[in-house]
């Protein structure tokens, strides 16, 4: 039988996942291996310098340089408040003094007599990392992080926007092919992730965030709809960042298109459960997809669940079509020619026919489409 390897979206009612955190800089991993860790728990924690200002203190003073160094009245290394006195001179006798405030809080960094310039280094900035997902840790990257472990669902999404959040679950539509629109929402769903079907309305957007919903699963979103709620055009950079009071997923696409049966039946059989949720999206190279992560620690899965051969595609998988004039559409792969084929633009490449829904069939490049895995 032909097989093709093809990137693609991953949709598994059960797999083992396993997500790596991992600080900025070196700092302390504040958990051991084997340890059950909670998604809000913080398994490692480091501190960020400090932003620095620089002080022209010779400027300030009215002094040479080389004189600054013996009007300080703080070391380096001392710790400042904002508007303290920091160096001070005198002239005429002593009778008049000129002094130079600290223009921040923190510690001396250097003091310097060729510049003339002192700079002021402002408190570290903490930063923690938390586990994401409830699991065990299966490794421990001294110094670095954890790597946290555990069944779950596993479902990704083609584009998301926003961060890592935790919530429950919640259908707030009957069916794949329903429009979630701010009607639906209500403060039912505040703290928790509301599941759609078809579409997201940029309403139900605004709405989600005034209710406090902490997520959004939707099949399609309008891309007008996207430049409103962002307030801008988003390019190809990495998404993920967005501070806007809610996280994002949507599965199939841009524009109203009806969330995969599969997918929507899965969310649904998990209604109710605890998920972590990713908005982070690159399109680029380094892929990144949105995801969702339903842990299942009450099962374990098989190898074959696990994920063993994942990106292999063959006869009788399924996959969605990412180019016009299918774009969107999904289907099941019925041939695998080996033999490379011309296509309209009269280039020879590899090909495969696939099977739609309504029973119609096209032969389409294997670069236009990604494998759904489960």
């Known amino acids: 039988m032909a097989h093709a390897y093809t990137p693609g979206l991953r ?64 070391k380096e290394g001392d710790s ?5 006195v920091i160096a001070q001179s005198k002239s005429f006798f002593g009778l008049f003094k000129s002094s130079c405030q600290a223009t921040v809080t923190g ?16 408190p570290p900035l903490p930063v923690e990392v938390r586990a994401y997902v409830d699991g065990i840790v299966a490794d421990v990257l001294p110094g ?15 584009f998301g926007i926003g961060g890592e959040i935790q919530g429950q679950l919640v259908m707030v539509v009957a069916s794949a092919d329903e429009i979630l629109d701010a009607d639906r929402l209500t403060e039912a769903v505040r703290g928790k992730v509301a599941v759609g079907g078809s579409l997201v309305t940029a ?12 997520g959004i699963l939707a099949g399609g979103l309008h891309d007008k709809d996207l430049r409103e709620f962002l307030g801008y055009d988003l390019g190809v950079a990495i998404t993920g960042n967005e501070d806007k009071g809610v996280t994002l997923i949507v599965t199939e696409g841009f524009g109203k298109i009806r969330m995969a049966e599969a997918t929507f ?23 990144i997809r949105p995801e969702v992560v ?10 074959e669940e696990a994920g063993e051969g994942a990106g292999n595609m ?27 084929q011309r296509i309209e633009s009269e280039t020879m490449v590899r090909v495969l026919e696939v099977r739609f829904g309504d029973g119609t069939q096209a032969i389409i490049p294997r670069a236009n489409v990604e494998l759904i895995e489960k």
């Not at 039946?265 to 380094?286: F, H, P, Y």
């Not at 339903?294 to 190898?303: A, E, F, H």
Request: proline content about 6%.
């Open 203 to 214: 309403a139900a957007i605004r709405k989600a965030i005034a209710v406090g919903a902490k």
């Open 107 to 122: 510690t001396v960094e250097t003091v310097s007599s060729v510049t003339g310039q002192v700079l002021l280094r402002e």
């Open 11 to 74: 949709v598994a009612e059960l797999t083992v996942v396993r997500k790596e955190r991992r600080l900025p800089l070196p700092g302390e991993v504040l958990v051991k291996l084997g340890a059950h860790v909670k998604a809000a728990q913080v398994v490692a924690r480091t501190e960020l310098p400090g932003n620095v200002e620089s002080v022209n203190v010779a400027n300030r003073l009215g002094v040479p340089p080389e004189d600054v160094p013996q009007c300080m009245l703080k």
């Open 80 to 84: 400042i408040e904002k508007g303290e």
């Open 294 to 303: 339903i842990p299942r620690q009450d099962k374990q899965p098989t190898n």
């Open 144 to 158: 670095e992080g954890v790597v946290v472990e555990t069944p779950a669902t596993f479902i990704q999404g083609i």
């Open 314 to 340: 063959v006869v009788g998988s399924q996959v969605r079509v990412i180019r016009e004039p299918y774009f969107g559409r999904l289907g099941t792969v019925s041939l695998l020619p080996s033999e490379l």
């Open 265 to 287: 039946n899965l969310l649904k059989r998990c209604e109710g459960m605890e998920c972590s949720m990713n908005g982070a999206t690159q399109i680029r190279a380094g892929v």
